[in-house]
């Protein structure tokens, strides 16, 4: 299991979770380690350019929506340095990626879902 599986469970079962993830793939958007929170996402109302937590073929990332599929119920997930990582369904994006470092992802808050808790994960 994965560092992010954990997270994936929580923002899944209604949670808003605050976490710092590591690697450099999605900078300049996100820098390794910096904190990130995370709240469940109404998937229907993304965009490509939204960062997301989401399982493609098995492993969860936290990264950018690059194309949409509404006819499938699907979307593509790509990290900021051009690799794509797959088409993925609704029912596995889990979140949306709120804020950096406290500051507020633009439009992001409108496709968010209510969360019924948050906490923040200790830091690893």
């Not at 950018?64 to 119920?73: E, I, Y």
Request: with cysteine.
């Amino acid at each position: 299991m994965g560092a992010l599986d954990a997270v994936a469970a929580r923002v899944a079962g209604g949670a808003t979770v605050e976490f710092r993830p590591s690697g450099s793939s999605m900078v300049p958007l996100i820098r390794s380690r910096q904190l990130v929170t995370v709240t469940p996402v109404d998937p229907s109302k993304l965009e490509p350019g939204d960062i997301v937590l989401a399982r493609v073929a098995g492993t969860v990332y936290l990264h950018l929506v690059s194309s949409l599929d509404p006819a499938k119920r699907r979307v593509q997930i790509s990290n900021n340095r051009g690799r794509v990582n797959g088409w993925t369904g609704h029912d596995r994006v889990f979140g949306i990626c709120v804020a950096v470092d406290g500051v507020p992802r633009a439009g992001a808050a409108d496709k968010a879902v209510e969360a019924v808790n948050s906490r923040s994960l200790p830091d690893r």
